[in-house]
């Protein structure tokens, strides 16, 4: 654009200013529960310029209504009544892949713009989602999606965009921090749980935070983001927390280690490696910081080094925070920074350090039998540690060894797992150093 | 803006993304030191789309000129002959008011677009600046401004604008950072300054970073943007880190604190207080993490909570990331979301808890005549410290005490200042909670 151009399109864009604020945008929410409400009663009580809440699509929406909203916000049923309505945005906190994508596709479709919060929505589809967007002239904005409150898709987009970045590292789960937080604290794993529940961290089938599927499906948004890369979310393999116990935050602890739910991810030379999953942090970093349900995420950039975000990932309030800064960005013309990705399969894997927690019934040759299978399989080890004060009918210790592949680790690991000895299978995890 | 005007909009956009791609914005680097080479090198390596170097301006620039730039850039002396040329941006990375304020004038009056760094620029003139760039149909944009690589200005706007930030603090100088991280450490601030000098982390006249001017003028950016109240820079009174000495260190550490340089500002009801200086800081506190020249910024919203930034605050490659992710904001025709700011006073104080170390010559009555003084100021002692081994003759000691205003603990050591114990001015300093 020459100089006369970007004169013109801002003398455009200040008229548009100008009539936005005689009429604002449309705003309709789908889904008013934490979140929803949330947003409501910031659009209520900080009136950002320029939008306006008109509709509220939810079942059974009459025990849904509240008083303090404008009366001309239409309370509704019907789904498809409020999306041929005249509504500029659809705000989609419904969740989950059916029907809100329909929904989403529909009043994209029909060139109203969409800000959700629904990560597993745009892991799998928000490529197609936003070409669709762009082909009929609406916009498709999804900062709440990933870390709730905290900027790092606006940051990653209009702040990073110039960077490189090569490595990223996130706790992207508020209940698996939740959890692991406490249980260093001292806490087991099921009364933690029980208490993630009636706080309501967590669900009642908690699969989706503990398995590690949520974090995989913002981990996959974030590497389109950072690393430029769009991968199936499904060849993210997660590895469940439940596994942790007691006796693994105190061998961490001797290791100068805490454990937390870490999703991570690099691309290099083309390379893509991605994983979720519990591992051991060192006490020193950043990451063993993060406590309680904050989110965390480490992005590495070619240029600019580490750049760290924190804060509070989930709640109706941080993430309903996302969701009104994407609808002002909407309202004053902020047009997103789209930078290029390309398709990648997720071929590489990560070579780092392991920790091995094993429980046998002691008897002789057991250390020796391990440590002869993880030789033969050239992986060397780092330490060998053995806690007094556990009963040998259920003798916890812990191998951790020098940088390998999962893959060969998993190899050996396998053999190991056919000794009598072994009262369940060992507990491998990734250390970050 | 109803449905279809929103997608004749795009429409528009998306024309102009065509004709950028087939004419990219030109720019002009102002100022080839440090950052202005590494924003040079990354728009050789990395090829952002819609960009084009085509001018360097630079005070003898013939010793700048670099053989892996196009062969197109216009190497020059001329500051007036570039500004009058074609280019598009005006990169301005000369810093200080004059001459980069006149540069940035006369870009914005001809319409063009300006990215600056420049943070003393933009605390003092950044209001009038934006003003003229609106008028002209240009864009001022200055992510670099604050904490260079850290997005925190486009996290701010875009991320946060649908919060209420009620209050901040943050570790904005990477220079006070490394020395006061490296004192804690052990070293003497002689010998870290020498460092950071020999390091280019400081100036030969250190004063603007150690005497916490360069701080202020970022935490009055930052005021604007996330307490949006318009501050005169010259309001907030900055406190040298220079009286810091190993001993306030020592006894530090023995109050569970570190001492870090914290610049900090909120908003209540209108009022507004905002402050720059060597403050304790509690060890298990972000701030404390913060090592080396790493910058930090914790914004406290209404509905959102904490949300902490990190990293690399100053250095060429991180700021120069800055500077491309805004020129490539730019070129996207990413539009600011500009949040209303009203101009303010800076007239309420932080009500905190103060640190004041003593340097006496001991004899018999000190301790009782400096807690009567502070109790005739109704100043309420919360702890006494004396550690063994310091020499009668140069004792240092602490008192701490509860929240109180700065302003009335100044007057209780006005005087006490006047004892004649006393081998040097009590050192003072606000303790984070």
């Given at each position: 654009m020459g100089q006369r151009e970007i004169a013109r399109a801002v003398q455009k864009d200040d008229s548009a200013h100008t009539t936005r604020i005689g009429k604002p945008l449309r705003v309709a929410l789908f889904g008013f529960g934490t979140v929803g409400s949330s947003v409501a009663r910031i659009l209520v009580e900080s009136?950002?310029?320029?939008?306006e809440l008109t509709h509220v699509f939810n079942r059974g929406v009459a025990r849904k209504?509240?008083?303090?909203?404008?009366?001309?916000v239409v309370w509704s049923e019907d789904a498809g009544g409020v999306l041929s309505?005249?509504?500029?945005v659809v705000v989609e906190l419904?969740?989950?892949?059916e029907p809100a994508g329909s929904w989403v596709r529909r009043a994209l479709e029909s060139g109203k713009s969409v800000v959700t919060a629904n990560k597993k929505l745009i892991a799998f589809h928000g490529v197609e989602l936003e070409r669709l967007a762009a082909a009929k002239g609406g916009h498709l904005k999804y900062?709440?999606?990933?870390?709730?409150?905290?900027?790092v898709i606006p940051g990653l987009e209009q702040?990073?965009?110039?960077d490189r970045i090569e490595r990223m590292q996130g706790i992207l789960n508020g209940t698996c921090n939740f959890i692991l937080s406490r249980m260093e604290a001292g806490a087991e794993y099921a009364t933690v749980l029980a208490a993630a529940q009636a706080k309501g961290y967590?669900?009642?089938?908690?699969t989706e935070d503990v398995g590690g599927f949520d974090a995989r499906a913002k981990l996959a948004i974030l590497m389109r983001l950072a690393l430029r890369v769009v991968v199936d979310?499904?060849?993210i393999i997660p590895q469940s927390i439940?596994?942790?116990t007691a006796v693994d935050f105190s061998y961490a602890r001797d290791l100068g280690c805490t454990i937390r739910q870490v999703a991570r991810a690099e691309e290099r030379e083309g390379n893509v490696a991605a994983t979720v999953g519990p591992m051991l942090v060192d006490l020193?970093?950043?990451?063993?910081?993060s406590r309680n349900t904050e989110n965390m995420v480490i992005l590495t950039g070619k240029y600019g080094g580490d750049v760290v975000f924190s804060g509070h990932g989930a709640g109706g309030h941080p993430t309903a925070v996302a969701v009104v800064s994407d609808l002002i960005a909407l309202a004053h013309g902020s047009r997103r920074v789209e930078v290029p990705s390309v398709p990648a399969k997720i071929g590489a894997e990560f070579e780092v350090p392991h920790y091995i927690r094993f429980l046998v019934v002691d008897r002789p040759g057991i250390v020796a039998e391990i440590t002869g299978t993880l030789a033969r399989e050239r992986i060397n080890i780092r330490a060998i540690v053995q806690k007094a004060g556990y009963p040998a009918h259920a003798l916890p210790f812990v191998v951790t060894v020098e940088p390998c592949k999962s893959s060969t680790l998993k190899r050996a690991l396998t053999s190991i797992?056919?000794?009598?000895?072994?009262?369940?299978e060992p507990l491998n995890l990734q250390m970050l150093e």
């Open positions: 009136r950002p310029e320029g939008l209504k509240v008083d303090w909203a404008s009366k001309n309505s005249d509504v500029d419904a969740g989950g892949l900062g709440a999606a990933v870390a709730g409150g905290i900027p702040g990073l965009a110039g967590a669900e009642a089938d908690p979310p499904e060849e439940t596994s942790v020193r970093s950043p990451l063993a910081w797992g056919k000794m009598d000895c072994l009262l369940e």
